[in-house]
Nanobody, 131 residues
Framework: QVQLVESGGGLVQAGASLRLSCAAS?????????????MGWLRQAPGKEREFVAA????????YYADSVKGRFTISRDNAKNMVYLQMNSLRPEDTAVYFC???????????????????WGQGTQVTVDS
């Protein structure tokens, strides 16, 4: 089973930057590893449903973003290191949430806006943006 562990969250002021990291380990029973999965970042604020933030294809060549973060956040991955990152710039109080890294066997990134299309989740890391 692929396991995901997020890190890099914290408390920052509005306008600041943070970089979240997600480390992947293990493989599925069928032998699939990190590079076989599209990866996504999703977030959940208190009292709200989990929402899509960004996704990246297996090779890293294609990315997809929620409109609310487009131009401010950048998703990337390093398959040699089994890592996926979320660089967050110009943070706003409304970005406050628990951020989750997740893996999906889907090929099309557009389906990854739906949290139900992910196979594996990390435990989450808290990001708090103070105004």
């Amino acid at each position: 089973q692929v396991q995901l562990v997020e890190s890099g969250g914290g408390l920052v002021q509005a306008g600041a930057s943070l970089r979240l990291s997600c480390a992947a380990s293990g493989r599925t029973a069928s032998g699939r590893t990190f590079s076989n999965y599209a990866m996504g970042w999703l977030r959940q604020a208190p009292g709200k449903e989990r929402e899509f933030v960004a996704a990246i294809s297996r090779s890293g060549g294609t990315t997809y973003y929620a409109d609310s973060v487009k131009g401010r956040f950048t998703i990337s991955r390093d398959n040699a290191k089994n890592m996926v990152y979320l660089q967050m710039n110009s943070l706003r109080p409304e970005d406050t949430a628990v951020y989750f890294c997740a893996a999906s066997g889907a090929v099309s990134l557009t389906v990854l806006v739906n949290p139900d299309n992910y196979n594996t989740w990390g435990q989450g890391t808290q990001v708090t943006v103070d105004s």
